[in-house]
C-alpha cells in the first residue's frame, strides 16, 4: 500500500521511520510533477522542497508550532501532507485549493503568502506574541536564497538578531531565484558552496603552522582560536552570526536523515537560529533539474492557445532594444524577472545598461531615479502586483521630484491562476493620487509601442501598464514607424448617439465587440478609447458626455479610486450631471483564481457583460 492511498495529516508521518519518509518522500514528488504538469504551477520550487516539507512536519507540532513558507510557491509537498491531498488536482483552478499557503484553506498554512521575504517579519512577530503569551512553541520560517536578498529580509533579521527572540530560519539555498540568483549575497553563498576558497586558504594556513619550529601550548592555542575565527570569516556563518544568529549548517536538504537529526537538534534551542539548507531545484524531476527556470512556473496542460501572437511582454522587450539602438541612454531594470517581464533580449544585447537588482523592488525604482538623475532613461520593468511594495519610492524618489523614470507595469489587471496575490488590480488607483505622473494603457500591441515612444519624449515619471498575455494580430508596428501620441489625447473610436462606453486598455477591444452587439441591436453607441488615465483628456471625454445621458465606463483595476472615479470626478467638477452612468471593473474584493476569461466574467469585464449592462441603461431610458 502506498502512503499517499490515503490522505494525510501531519500527525500520520510522525510513527513513519526513516525509510518511510523517503519512501513518502517520493510519492509525494510522483504526485507533484504528475499533477502541475496537467494544473500548471510552481513545479522545480516545490520539488526542491519534498524532504524539507516531510522532515519539518516529522520533527515539529503544526499548527501548534509555525511553519512559514517564503513566497509559498515551494510548499506544494506541505499542502499534500497537511490534509488537502485530496484536492491537489485542483490546484490554481477556480473554486479549488491555491497554489500559494492561503490561511482559509488550512489551519497549517500560518499566513497567505504570494510575495516575497515576508517570512522572517511574520515568523518574528509570531515568535514575539509567543514570547508575551508563554507558549514555548516553535516558529519556523522557510526562505529561499532569492527572497533572502530583499531589503525586507534584511530588516526582519535585524530585529530578530537584537530582540533574541527564538526563531527558526532555514535558508533553502539552490542558487537560484526565477532566474540565477544575482547579488553579493547570491556570490557570498556559493563560495562557501562550492568550498574550494575555504580549502585552498585552510591549507595554506595549516602549511604555515606547519613550518612552525616547536609550536608551544600559547601559540597553539592562539592557532586553533585563529582557525576558528578564520573559518567563521570565510563560511556565511560570519553574515548571519554577525546579526546574533547561531548558524549552522550548510546541510544537503535532500537527506531526510540529516534534515530530521539537525531539526531534532535546534529545536529547543535559545534565540535566532539558522539553518542552511542547500537544495537542487527541480529534484526528481530531470527536465526541470536541467532548466529549473523555465519548470519555475509551468502552465496548465489544458491551456488553450488562443492564438500565437506576440505578447505585451514581448512587444515591450523588443521595442525597448529597437529604442536602446538609437538613443544610448536607454538603460532597463529588473527585480529578479528578466525572464518574465521580457528583458532577455535587452539583457544579452546591452548588458551594460541591464540591471537586475535581484527581488528589491524598493531598491529597483530609487535606483533608476538615481540614474535618471544622472541623465539616463530608465525602464523598470516590473509586475503591477510587485509595483506596490515600492509605493513610497515611487512617491518619494520619483514623483516628488519629477524625474523622468518609465514604469512598464506588466500583469496589469486579472492574472488568473496565481490568484489574489498576483492581480494587477490596484495600479490605477494607487498610481492616480500621485502628483506629476502620466499613467497610460495601451489598448493594442501598436499602441504599447506608441506609448512606449510616447514616454520616451516625456521628462517627467511615466506608468504604461499593460496586461498579461497575448496583443490581438500577429506584428506589431515598428518603433521607427510608430508615432508619439502627441498632444496627450483620447481616441474616438465611435461617434453614435445612445450611449457613451469610455474604456481603457484590455477593455477596449471587448468594448468594440459590445458595440457591434449594440448596432446588430439598432442603437447607436459611441466608444472612448482614453487612452491616459492621468491626465484624462478632458475635452474629448465631456464634449461627448454633455450630449448622450447614458454613460459607462470600464476598466480591469479596482473600482475605487480607478479609470472610472476619475471620469466621475471629472463629471463632478464640470457639473456634468447624467444620473445614467455604470462604472464597471473590479468590485471590492480581492479577485479569486482561476483562468482569465473565468475571472473576468466574474465581474462582467467581456462583450456580453458590457452589452448586458448597457442595455440596462438603454432600456431604463425608454
Ligand atoms: C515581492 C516579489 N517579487 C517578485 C516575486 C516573483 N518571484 C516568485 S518566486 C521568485 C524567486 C524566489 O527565489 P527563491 O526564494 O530562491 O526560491 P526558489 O524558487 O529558488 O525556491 C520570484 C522573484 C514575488 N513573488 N514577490
Redesign the pocket.
Known amino acids: 500500500m502506498r502512503f499517499l492511498d490515503r490522505t494525510l495529516t501531519p500527525s500520520d508521518i510522525k510513527s513513519l521511520s526513516i525509510d518511510d519518509l523517503e519512501v513518502l518522500s517520493h510519492e509525494i514528488r510522483e504526485m507533484i510533477i504528475s499533477t502541475v504538469l496537467k494544473t500548471g504551477g510552481?513545479l522545480?520550487?516545490s520539488l526542491?522542497?519534498v524532504e524539507l516539507a516531510v522532515a519539518l512536519h516529522y520533527v515539529f507540532d503544526s499548527p501548534a508550532d509555525r511553519i512559514i513558507w517564503?513566497?509559498g510557491?515551494?510548499a506544494y509537498a506541505h499542502k499534500i501532507i497537511t490534509g488537502r491531498m485530496d484536492k491537489f488536482h485542483t490546484l490554481r483552478q477556480l473554486n479549488g485549493i491555491s497554489g500559494f499557503p492561503h490561511v482559509s484553506e488550512s489551519v497549517h498554512d500560518a499566513i497567505t503568502v504570494?510575495?516575497?521575504?515576508t517570512s522572517i517579519s511574520a515568523g518574528l512577530g509570531m515568535s514575539a506574541a509567543k514570547c508575551l503569551k508563554n507558549d514555548p512553541a516553535n516558529v519556523i520560517c522557510v526562505?529561499?536564497?532569492?527572497?533572502?536578498t530583499?531589503g525586507m529580509s534584511f530588516e526582519a533579521l535585524n530585529h530578530a538578531g537584537d530582540s533574541k527572540k527564538r526563531l527558526i530560519v532555514i535558508l533553502?539555498d539552490?542558487e537560484?531565484?526565477?532566474s540565477p540568483?544575482v547579488g553579493a549575497l547570491s556570490s557570498f553563498l556559493s563560495r562557501k558552496l562550492s568550498g574550494k576558497y575555504f580549502q585552498e586558504l585552510r591549507k595554506e594556513f595549516g602549511e604555515f603552522l606547519k613550518s612552525l619550529p616547536k609550536i608551544g601550548d600559547d601559540i597553539y592555542k592562539f592557532a586553533k582560536r585563529s582557525e576558528e575565527s578564520f573559518k567563521t570569516f570565510v563560511t556565511p556563518g560570519m553574515l548571519f552570526e554577525a546579526l546574533n544568529f547561531d548558524y549552522f549548517g550548510p546541510i544537503n536538504g535532500h537527506k531526510l536523515s540529516h534534515l530530521v537529526n539537525i531539526l531534532n537538534n535546534i529545536k529547543n534551542l535559545e534565540g535566532p537560529i539558522l539553518l542552511h539548507v542547500t537544495t537542487k531545484?527541480g529534484k526528481g524531476y530531470r527536465p526541470a533539474e536541467e532548466n529549473?527556470t523555465a519548470f519555475?512556473g509551468v502552465a496548465p496542460s489544458t491551456t488553450e492557445k488562443t492564438n500565437n501572437f506576440p505578447t505585451y511582454t514581448k512587444i515591450f522587450g523588443s521595442t525597448l532594444c529597437q529604442m536602446a539602438e538609437n538613443n544610448e541612454k536607454i538603460t532597463a531594470i529588473t527585480?529578479?524577472?528578466p525572464d518574465?517581464t521580457g528583458l532577455l533580449e535587452f539583457q544579452s544585447k546591452f548588458p551594460k545598461r541591464f540591471f537586475d537588482v535581484g527581488?528589491a523592488?524598493q531598491h529597483a525604482v530609487t535606483f533608476s531615479a538615481g540614474l535618471s538623475i544622472e541623465g539616463f532613461t530608465p525602464f523598470v520593468a516590473i509586475?503591477s502586483t510587485?509595483l506596490q511594495?515600492a509605493y513610497d519610492q515611487v512617491i518619494h524618489d520619483v514623483c516628488l521630484d519629477g524625474h523622468h523614470v518609465i514604469f512598464a507595469m506588466d500583469r496589469g489587471g486579472i492574472v488568473g491562476e496565481d490568484g489574489p496575490?498576483h492581480h494587477g488590480a490596484f495600479d490605477l488607483s494607487y498610481l492616480r493620487p500621485i502628483p506629476n505622473i502620466t499613467i497610460m494603457a495601451p489598448s493594442s500591441g501598436d499602441e504599447l509601442v506608441r506609448m512606449l515612444k510616447t514616454a520616451e519624449s516625456m521628462d517627467s515619471p511615466v506608468a504604461i501598464r499593460y496586461p498579461r498575455g497575448n496583443s490581438e494580430k500577429e506584428d506589431f508596428i515598428s518603433y521607427d514607424k510608430a508615432e508619439a501620441i502627441s498632444p496627450l489625447n483620447a481616441d474616438l473610436l465611435k461617434n453614435g448617439e445612445d450611449i457613451l462606453i469610455i474604456a481603457i486598455g484590455s477593455m477596449v477591444n471587448p468594448a468594440k465587440k459590445a458595440c457591434q452587439m449594440l448596432e446588430e441591436k439598432g442603437f447607436s453607441p459611441s466608444l472612448i478609447d482614453a487612452r491616459f488615465v492621468k491626465p484624462l483628456d478632458e475635452k474629448m471625454i465631456c464634449s461627448m458626455a454633455e450630449n448622450i445621458s447614458n454613460i459607462i465606463t470600464i476598466e480591469e483595476n479596482a473600482l475605487i479610486g480607478g479609470f472610472g472615479s476619475a471620469v466621475l470626478e471629472l463629471f463632478a467638477e464640470k457639473g456634468i450631471g447624467s444620473k445614467n452612468i455604470i462604472r464597471m471593473g473590479i468590485k471590492d474584493e480581492f479577485v479569486t483564481q482561476g483562468t482569465p476569461e473565468e475571472l473576468k466574467n466574474l465581474f462582467d469585464l467581456n462583450p456580453e457583460g458590457i452589452l448586458k449592462n448597457a442595455l440596462k441603461l438603454l432600456n431604463n431610458d425608454k
Open positions: 510552481h522545480a520550487s526542491g522542497a517564503d513566497v510557491h515551494q504570494g510575495h516575497s521575504s526562505i529561499g536564497d532569492g527572497s533572502m530583499a533553502n539552490n537560484m531565484s526565477i540568483n531545484k529549473p519555475h527585480a529578479a524577472m518574465g527581488i523592488e509586475y510587485f511594495r496575490t
